[in-house]
Nanobody, 124 residues
Framework: QEHLVESGGGLVQAGGSLRLSCIAPTRAFNVYTMGWFRQAPGKDREFVAAIGWTAGLTTYYADSVKGRFTISRDKDKNAMYLQMDALKPEDTAVYSC????????????????WGQGTQVTVSS
């Protein structure tokens, strides 16, 4: 069952930027850890980034995106964002946002709620 809605995907040249958004249906998700995952054709879903909900909003990134992607959230808007800079062709994938009730997990099975995903394509 899908509860989250992503937007902001598209086609961009290598080195370019995109900003993904994820909107939750209710303020209840403001006390969930939120994360981004991606899945490229023929590959397993992989963790991209996560952000906690407690004071300080702890973040965690996959090594492959560290220094290039920035995750953030706006509790007033029930929203989470992924700013993606210096994009590479290997970043091409369907990006999905997800919500987990505790911790700062990096495995998809610990996330209870998911969006449909948004396609990001990076051309070389």
């Amino acid at each position: 069952q899908e509860h989250l809605v992503e937007s902001g995907g598209g086609l961009v040249q290598a080195g370019g930027s995109l900003r993904l958004s994820c909107i939750a249906p209710t303020r209840a998700f403001n006390v969930y850890t939120m994360g981004w995952f991606r899945q490229a054709p023929g590959k397993d879903r992989e963790f991209v980034a996560a952000i906690g909900w407690t004071a300080g909003l702890t973040t965690y990134y996959a090594d492959s995106v560290k220094g290039r992607f920035t995750i953030s959230r706006d509790k007033d808007k029930n929203a989470m964002y992924l700013q993606m800079d210096a994009l590479k062709p290997e970043d091409t994938a369907v990006y999905s946002c997800a919500a987990a009730p505790w911790g700062l997990p990096r495995t998809s099975r610990e996330y209870n709620y998911w969006g449909q995903g948004t396609q990001v394509t990076v051309s070389s």
